[in-house]
């Protein structure tokens, strides 16, 4: 989770966490305008373009992430296929009680319900324990401190010795946020350097991801640059890494669609250090306004359930490998909730977070088009040599023809109804799934 004063995305870390944890239990055209072509057409030919890579990623269920604060106790009534722990308060001093005195017992029952449910849970490292301050830090130490290198060292091997390959690791939360780490991006690679040598040596088979990096300002997008053009005893950070993660959290009035350009942003980021690691979306949601105090404004149920359908979609067509929805939680300053008040009563975003899965699993992303004239986007997945498509507009509506193969649409709610090739849709701001 985010924290930071001056341009805070979520307001939520280490302490905030805890309060949320407690929380928890408590083509745009009108009728008779431009008809879009359900296929993608011959380049050059069209008003669409692709926005997506055309070999987009291979869905299994450990794509469809969940942030869940009570997990170990209460599992979300959803399909979960991977968990990221931010909000699960087992950061380094929940886990490290004292000097030496490691406590185990809240994240060992996580990753048994994790595990007995089928899913991955990635723990997040960081951050520092006020025991713990590097050398010369000046009192008191706050978790955004830099560590002492050798306590550092220590704290990974314990932890990486009692969960081997069984979770995954992100080392650090968020440290382009100045409230999560006051350190350089160079004293940031030598943390993630440290870290994975250990969990290498360790667990050879464990996934290591690279801190989260938040995307919305350009202050973070430098630093984000600047660490993953560091070295380490010579080496391209990139190198100590098995995947990159992104916070790609659009401004307040943000769309899935402007997320995605945010994705985009961290790949050329990427591309000018050489770096091709698969990347992971580890936080998401809508609405979240700046500066981690204020209440969001919460869309209509309708919109909410078209962005969390959006944004499973547009993602793998990106090749974005994970997805963590943020979360299975109210907050006061996250949009979407995919839980009522009582942090357990699945909402309307959380049937189409079912939806989508229903949807994409099993599919390869085949990449997504925009159409300038009617504002249409269109999303092509292949499963078994047959493809489906995924439409919608942002505004207003559209008509869309039927592609060939195609019989049967699906509505986000869930209604099933006939069509055939050829045939016109009328597309809305609900996405919709057209399939043989």
């Known amino acids: 989770m985010v924290r930071r004063k001056s341009g805070s995305v979520t307001g939520l870390g280490v302490a905030a966490a805890t309060v949320a944890a407690a929380m928890v239990l408590a083509l745009v055209a009108v009728t008779g305008g431009a008809v879009a072509t359900g296929a993608a057409p011959a380049q050059g030919t069209s008003t669409s373009r ?18 869940a604060p009570l997990l170990g106790t209460t599992f979300p009534a959803a399909s979960v296929g991977a968990f990221d722990l931010t909000t699960n308060n087992v950061y380094w001093p929940n886990l490290e009680t004292a000097p030496g005195v490691f406590d185990f017992a809240r994240l060992d029952a996580m990753v048994a319900q994790a595990h007995g449910n089928a899913a991955k849970p990635l723990l997040v490292l960081g951050v520092t324990p006020s025991f713990h301050g590097a050398p010369g830090s000046v009192e008191p130490i706050s978790g955004a401190s830099l560590p002492d290198m ?65 995307m919305r300002l350009k202050s973070e997008r430098t630093f984000m640059a600047k660490f993953f053009a560091a070295k380490v ?79 499973f979609v547009l993602n793998a067509a990106a090749n974005v490998k994970r997805v963590y929805w943020l979360g299975w939680l109210q907050y006061f300053n996250l949009g979407i909730s ?27 992303a085949r990449g997504c088009r925009y159409d300038r004239v009617s504002r249409l986007y269109s999303c092509q997945f292949v499963k078994a040599g047959r493809t489906s498509w995924v439409y919608w507009v942002n505004s207003g509506a559209a008509k869309v023809r039927v592609p060939a193969g195609v019989h049967h649409v699906q509505t986000m709610y869930g209604v099933k109804s006939a069509t055939r090739p050829g045939a016109r849709l009328r597309i809305t701001n609900a996405p919709v799934w057209a399939y043989r």
């Open 338 to 364: 995919m839980v009522r008040a009582d942090g357990v009563t699945p909402a309307a975003p959380a049937a189409a977070y079912a939806r989508v899965q229903g949807w994409l699993l099993g599919q390869r």
């Open 50 to 67: 692709l926005i997506t890579t055309s070999h987009g990623t291979a869905v299994t269920s450990r794509f469809f992430g969940m942030h």
């Open 233 to 311: 005893n010579g080496r391209p950070i990139g190198d100590y890494v098995d995947a990159v993660g992104v916070d790609p959290y659009p401004l307040e009035k943000g769309t899935p669609e402007d997320s995605l350009r945010l994705v985009d942003q961290a790949r050329a980021i990427l591309a000018k250090d050489r770096v091709s690691l698969p990347v992971w979306n580890l936080e998401i949601n809508y609405f979240v306004p700046v500066g981690g105090v204020t209440t969001a404004s919460p869309p209509s149920d309708r919109l909410a359930s078209s962005y969390v359908i959006r944004t």
């Open 150 to 214: 050798d306590a550092w060292k220590a704290y990974v091997r314990a932890v990486v010795t009692q969960y081997t390959d069984t979770i995954e690791y992100q080392i650090w939360p968020e440290p382009n946020v100045t409230n999560n780490f006051t350190g350089t991006p160079q004293q940031m690679a030598d943390l993630v350097a440290a870290a994975s040598d250990i969990i290498r040596e360790v667990a050879p088979h464990a996934t290591v991801v690279a801190p989260a990096m938040v």
